[in-house]
């Protein structure tokens, strides 16, 4: 290209147009922006989707692998019932079922010892 400027071309551009030498400082700092904003919202959307996952290895949750089965899930196939599922079982415990049972039968056995 030539250095010369058309005749009609205004003396002072702008900072932002491009420069005779071709380079575009506005073009070059937006594509920036807008990888960093990508790159920022992956992070962003990953963080978020490993939210029940946490929250069971937090809790120590027995479903942990129900938990990462659906987490997983949700994440392949894009159907947020997944993982909407898995928040609701990472978050709230199941009652202890056992523990009342196992507490009945160690009294039945009392009883039976004390009765021979």
Not at 1 to 21: K, N, R
Not at 35 to 41: A, D, E, F, H, R
Not at 94 to 116: F, G, H, K, M, T
């Amino acid at each position: 290209m030539s250095d010369t400027q058309h005749p009609l071309t205004p003396s002072h551009l702008p900072p932002y147009f491009a420069g005779a030498d071709g380079s575009d400082q506005l073009f070059t700092v937006m594509v920036i922006f807008v990888l960093v904003v990508i790159l920022l919202l992956g992070v962003a959307y990953f963080t978020l989707h490993a939210l029940p996952e946490r929250m069971a290895h937090k809790s120590n949750s027995a479903q942990l692998q129900l938990i990462s089965i659906l987490v997983m899930q949700a994440l392949f196939t894009h159907n947020n019932l997944f993982w909407v599922v898995a928040i609701v079982i990472a978050a709230f415990r199941p009652p202890d079922l056992v523990s009342p049972l196992n507490s009945i039968a160690q009294s039945l056995q009392n009883l039976v010892n004390r009765e021979r």
